[in-house]
């Protein structure tokens, strides 16, 4: 090197990773990709949210996501997964037909979809072993493919069931409330009618151990709040004040005349109290049955709904895999087989499981609501309490209620839980009873007996 010369080092560039090890990134980025767009689609702010909105945007998302595997994997790896195209086309058909075909339609692709996923796994899985390298077949694909073949089966599942399971008629009226219908049933005569209110959930069917001991001695009613048994879904989610007002209009409308004994089991507490402190002449009494607690204070403002629209539609998509139809056929054994029956057809239903996770979401409103409910004026009021399994409190806040009337008694029932007062027939009597002493109370004008 001469004095003064210089000589510039040529920059030395990083060598690009090979293609074969570039389809671990493709396979985990797409199908990741494809998780994200299912959620966010699933999230797209519409006018109508239901389950089969969920259902087509996760699949639309799906489809997605193998897509990009097919085409990124051509683009940019050496191992090019054009199978994945396959299994994106059938993913948007289903998505699309859910979406947009019709019921009957939509009904028959239930026969069709399990086994079509299924045979599409076993098709995935020797395609992907013949061309894909990669330890992301063993650990993630593969995994995908195994949780899509119990979807298939846990769709084929609830596809079977729908259609052995018992045929049930509707008994009562759908009724119209404005802007949707509600469904009644009310059997028996004399005054006052009760009015019975079902836990979280809870449809009619389910106080079919109450209904027809109370209705020897009165009229009885029993109804499904929205989105619950027969009545159409609401398209917010109702809280503990538009509850009372949709009952209150579906009284009238039904012309079922007051004053009347409510008898609340659970959220159904919160909801009777908001009636009373609604209408306070057209309530003769109150049974509230191991009630949730009212809170004191301001109802919070209710802002958007529209996140828990999305969240609990999304959530029910599980029903049309068997989720809801599995944990339906373990509960209700002890009903009457009409009830029983009744009652697990309905809570198969995706409606059923999107309105029951939304009324958890607007539960903060619906205690707050109840809480303006500050006296009865001495009307009789009998506050049932399971003696098993109650949470730190929940005692006190069941004897505080008893200061709503200057006629009231606290009953603790012997050996039950907050559930087995409404679906256990010997624990389900006390309530009867209860209902039984507030009506006799009311026609004599005698107080409650103590115990």
């Known amino acids: 090197m001469t004095r003064g010369s210089t000589t510039a080092a040529a920059p030395v560039q990083a060598a690009p990773a090979p293609k074969s090890r570039r389809i671990g990134t493709v396979v985990a980025g797409s199908l990741a990709a494809g998780l994200v767009a299912a959620l966010l689609l699933a999230f797209l702010p519409v006018g109508t949210v239901d389950v089969d909105f969920s259902t087509a945007m996760v699949l639309f998302g799906f489809a997605l996501g193998w897509a990009l595997l097919a085409v990124l994997s051509v683009r940019l790896t050496d191992q090019p997964q054009r199978w994945a195209v396959v299994p994106a086309i059938v993913m948007a058909v289903f998505a699309a037909l859910v979406l947009w075909a019709p019921e009957s339609v939509v009904d028959a692709l239930r026969w069709v979809w399990p086994p ?14 013949r061309e894909l390298h990669s330890h992301t077949r063993t650990w993630l694909l593969c995994p995908v493919l195994l949780v899509l073949a119990l979807l298939a089966v846990g769709g084929g599942y609830e596809t079977v069931s729908r259609a052995i399971a018992p045929k049930v008629v509707m008994n009562g009226a759908l009724v119209d409330v404005g802007p949707y219908r509600l469904h009644l049933e009310c059997h ?20 079919g151990l109450i209904a027809p001991a109370v209705v020897r001695d009165s009229r009885v009613c029993v109804y499904d709040r929205a989105g619950r048994g027969w009545s159409d879904p609401a398209a917010d989610p109702p809280d503990g004040g538009q509850v009372a007002t949709d009952l209150h209009t579906l009284l009238i409308n039904a012309q079922e005349k007051g004053p009347y004994v409510l008898a609340g089991h659970s959220f159904g507490g919160l909801y009777v109290r908001s009636f009373a402190a609604r209408y306070p002449d057209e309530v003769a009494g109150l049974v509230l049955v191991d009630s ?29 895999l068997g989720v809801s139809r599995f944990l339906a056929s373990l509960s209700y054994g ?22 029951t996770i939304a009324e958890y979401g607007v539960a903060s409103r619906s205690a707050a609501d109840a809480g303006n409910l500050r006296s009865l004026d001495g009307k009789p009021l009998v506050v049932l309490t399971a003696e098993v399994g109650n949470s730190n409190g929940w005692m006190d806040d069941q004897v505080k209620s008893l200061s709503l009337s200057t006629n009231s008694v606290h009953r603790v029932v012997s050996g039950a839980t907050h559930a087995s007062l409404v679906d256990d027939p010997d624990h389900a009597a006390a309530v009867t009873q209860a209902i039984n002493d507030v009506i006799a109370t009311v026609r004599s004008g005698v107080p409650l007996p103590h115990p």
């Open 116 to 129: 079509v996923v299924l045979a599409l796994v076993v098709w995935a899985w020797i395609r992907s072993k």
């Open 188 to 207: 028996g005569t004399g005054s006052p009618t009760v009015i019975l209110e079902p836990g979280a959930g809870g449809s009619a069917a389910s106080m």
């Open 292 to 320: 949730t607690a009212a809170r004191s204070g301001a109802v919070p403002a209710r802002g958007s709904d529209r996140f828990l629209k999305h969240a609990s539609s999304l959530l029910a998509t599980t029903s049309r």
């Open 334 to 355: 002890e009903l009457p087989p009409a009830y029983r029956d009744d009652a697990r057809t309905t809570a198969a239903t995706g409606k059923e499981l999107r309105g």
